[in-house]
């Protein structure tokens, strides 16, 4: 970022992209549909699993295909543990760039290492899991998965509260958080934010309920919203976001039914969607995270566009450092909550 | 057949008395006090963090102590993919370190440019500007991978002589502490490679 200083009052900013611009799109229209699948692993690398299911999603919306039910519900379960440990990870590391170094992330990250050991015990990999296919999942979860999952998603309210604890009992964090940078709903859909930072101006938009995409439209869940749109609010949306998802994890492993997870009529190597183009997104950790794909009917999409939640969301960030303090950028610029990897691709 | 140097040793530790040489005490406190540049890249850093936080704890190792100013660093961990963009920031920061300084790559993207080695705006490894002491292959390396990798790296330190003929680069004048750093150039980086670090692999045309 280049800021421009008045004292330490911010008067201009302007963020400086391709650091890490790897050329995904590039290489995708390179590549076999299936072989862009690990790519879109370490397109958002803290949430793999998100960006797996967009784009398999935006795929079978292209080529029509139907996804087994049992498929759907682990679809949904992987991406709600997934929003937690985004979640999760998110709060440490803002607490720690903020100077709380250490503290909250050890906390955070203790929560985020259990996830990620029921990631690993099903994919086979931590963090790059590749485990969507073009309907359905890659494999079943191995015996005793789910009553793993279960027993831990009944402690994650615990941890929440911990956290929420520490946000809401601490003073030297209030001051820090309240009223620094509000972002009015209005000018939070002007700039084409999504995904919590819209939620925490009032905007009442959840791609879950708005698309129902997969089978959310089944899940009794609310929509966090918060009321001033500043940092505060959008620290602790994350609280009551991750909250909901331990509801519709609930709900979805009490009602998990057996049955296949692939739909064993796709051919998954040389697969060639009818020629056409598709928009498809899904409601990322992040915000909106959409595939735009055109299919010319070869194994190779002609063009692969990604819609990345991160980089839109940044539109604002100018606007809402400008006249604050030099130390509240950062805090601000965390509080958006971007990954590099999804900013520049 | 002992050396002398070891039979003192045996000889006196019966008695409480320890001896050691310089070299040996200078390595073992440099080794147990590793303070890694704080800086990651890409995905790599996620677990590089992983490694620091509670489970995997690299305190163990004497490594917790990440600096954000290379003037207070020993070790850059090129935790990422590295870009054309990037790659000038790198070797500059690798120069502010200050000397004995170690290179670990982690992770296939540092080494070799990784599952993104094809990409137009990619570095394809980062030792073709700055020597690697370590490299950890994965995408990403597991925490215990780079625990390994550290691990690795002070076996090398312990092993480093400071006044004979292998003496360690830091303490020599024959190899340089800086490197020049490349030129982020309309086309490409200029140059493609340090032709001092880096030596491309032979390539071997059939007759």
Redo the contacts between chains.
């Keep these: 970022m280049n800021v421009t200083l008045e004292g330490e009052t911010v008067v201009a900013l302007k963020p400086v992209f391709g650091y890490l611009h790897r050329n995904h799109e590039k290489l995708a229209e390179g590549m076999s549909y299936l072989g862009s699948m690990p790519y879109t692993d370490r397109l958002d690398y803290i949430c793999p699993l998100t960006n797996n299911w967009a784009y398999a999603l935006a795929v079978e919306k292209l080529a029509g295909i139907e996804v087994p039910e049992r498929a759907e519900y682990l679809r949904v379960i992987l991406a709600e543990l997934t929003r937690i440990q985004n979640h999760a990870a998110f709060l440490g590391f803002v607490l720690g760039d903020m100077g709380a170094w250490g503290t909250a992330l050890m906390y955070a990250f203790r929560e985020r290492e259990r996830i990620l050991d029921f990631f690993e015990e099903l994919t086979g990999a931590r963090m790059m899991v590749n485990f969507m296919r073009f309907g359905g999942c890659r494999w079943d979860t191995p015996a005793g998965w789910l009553e793993e999952v279960r027993k831990f998603v009944k402690g994650v309210p615990n941890f929440l509260d911990e956290m929420e604890k520490l946000l809401v009992e601490n003073e030297i964090l209030l001051a820090r958080l309240v009223g620094v940078a509000p972002l009015s709903g209005k000018r939070a859909i002007e700039g084409g934010l999504s995904g919590p930072p819209l939620r925490a101006s009032g905007v009442d938009y959840d791609i879950r309920k708005v698309d129902a995409y997969g089978i959310y439209s089944r899940f009794r869940f609310r929509i966090p919203r918060g009321e001033y749109g500043d940092c505060y609010d959008r620290f602790m949306i994350r609280i009551h976001e991750a909250r909901e998802s331990v509801e519709i994890l609930k709900q979805a492993l009490d009602e998990i039914p057996e049955g296949p997870v692939l739909n064993p009529k796709i051919k998954q190597r040389g697969f060639r969607p009818p020629p056409g183009e598709v928009y498809a997104r899904l409601e990322a950790p992040k915000g909106e995270l959409g595939f735009h794909i055109i299919s010319d009917g070869t194994d190779r999409p002609y063009r692969y566009r990604v819609r990345p939640p991160s980089l839109i969301n940044l539109t604002l960030l100018e606007e809402m450092c400008i006249g604050a303090k030099i130390a509240d950028v950062m805090v601000i610029l965390g509080s958006i909550d971007i990954v590099l990897g999804e900013v520049d691709r | 057949m002992k050396s002398s140097y070891e039979q003192l040793e045996m000889e006196l530790r019966p008695h409480g008395v320890f001896v050691t040489s310089l070299e040996e005490i200078y390595n073992w406190g440099r080794k147990n006090s590793l303070w890694p540049l704080q800086f990651g890249?890409?995905?790599c850093a996620?677990?590089m963090?992983?490694t620091a936080?509670?489970?995997f704890d690299i305190a163990r190792f004497g490594a917790e102590v990440f600096r954000p100013s290379p003037r207070q660093a020993d070790l850059m961990i090129v935790a990422?993919?590295v870009?054309k963009?990037?790659a000038p920031?790198v070797v500059r920061l690798y120069n502010q370190m200050p000397e004995p300084k170690y290179v670990i790559a982690m992770g296939a993207c540092a080494i070799s440019g990784g599952?993104?080695k094809?990409?137009?705006?990619?570095l394809k490894g980062i030792d073709r500007y700055i020597p690697v002491d370590v490299s950890i292959p994965g995408?990403?390396p597991?925490p215990e991978a780079l625990l390994e990798g550290l691990i690795k790296l002070q076996e090398k330190i312990a092993r480093e002589r400071l006044l004979c003929n292998e003496a360690a680069r830091s303490t020599t004048s024959a190899q340089p502490s800086e490197y020049p750093v490349p030129n982020y150039g309309a086309n490409d980086l200029d140059p493609p490679y340090n032709s001092s670090v880096f030596h491309p692999p032979p390539i071997h045309v059939g007759d």
């Design positions: 890249l890409a995905c996620i677990e963090i992983a936080a509670s489970r990422g993919t870009t963009k990037m920031q599952p993104f094809e990409g137009y705006n990619v995408c990403p597991r």
